[in-house]
């Protein structure tokens, strides 16, 4: 498994973050711009252990993803159960949150991605690193502003905005 961290420093209250981050698991396209939708799996309204949720890149292309481990709110592990992303074969990640000060959360997320063939990730693995920057600012933007990121508006705002 290739191993890849990202962080990102928000001006909000580890709470805050924890809230967007966590507890609205099932809603990460409001922050993501690289997904225009995603919806809880199963009977789950907000995140918690084992909770799952299904997100599409587009009309073709979603990953499933499970929590599979919570450290209260400090840390929690996502797997990916299903997916249809080629050369992709195994993928999860930890989100870690540390409180830098009076409203300021750090958000470091460390992601594992393995391919097949073994090679890919040697091709891939900036096209995915982008992909989760992008994730992190776009969830960084509407922690402090309460406004969405897309596709569409992500461009713009990224040179914009602090």
Not at 98 to 114: A, C, H, L, Q, W
Not at 137 to 156: D, L, P, Q, S
Request: proline share 2%; with cysteine.
């Amino acid at each position: 498994m290739s191993k890849s961290e990202f962080s990102q420093v928000i001006d909000a209250s580890k709470e805050k973050t924890w809230e967007v981050l966590f507890n609205q698991y099932g809603d990460i396209h409001i922050h993501n711009p690289s997904m225009p939708s995603s919806h809880y799996m199963g009977t789950a309204t907000k995140g918690e252990l084992h909770c799952a949720r299904h997100c599409k890149f587009d009309d073709k292309l979603f990953v499933e993803e499970k929590i599979t481990e919570v450290d209260e709110t400090n840390s929690f592990k996502v797997e990916v159960t299903k997916h249809n992303l080629p050369f992709l074969k195994d993928m999860s990640a930890i989100y870690e949150l540390s409180s830098i000060g009076n409203d300021k959360t750090e958000v470091k997320m460390i992601s594992f991605v393995s391919t097949s063939p073994g090679f890919m990730i040697y091709l891939m693995k900036g096209q995915l690193g982008k992909g989760l920057a992008k994730h992190l600012f776009g969830m960084k933007y509407y922690i402090e502003t309460g406004k969405t990121v897309n596709k569409g508006n992500y461009a713009k705002i990224f040179k914009s905005y602090k």
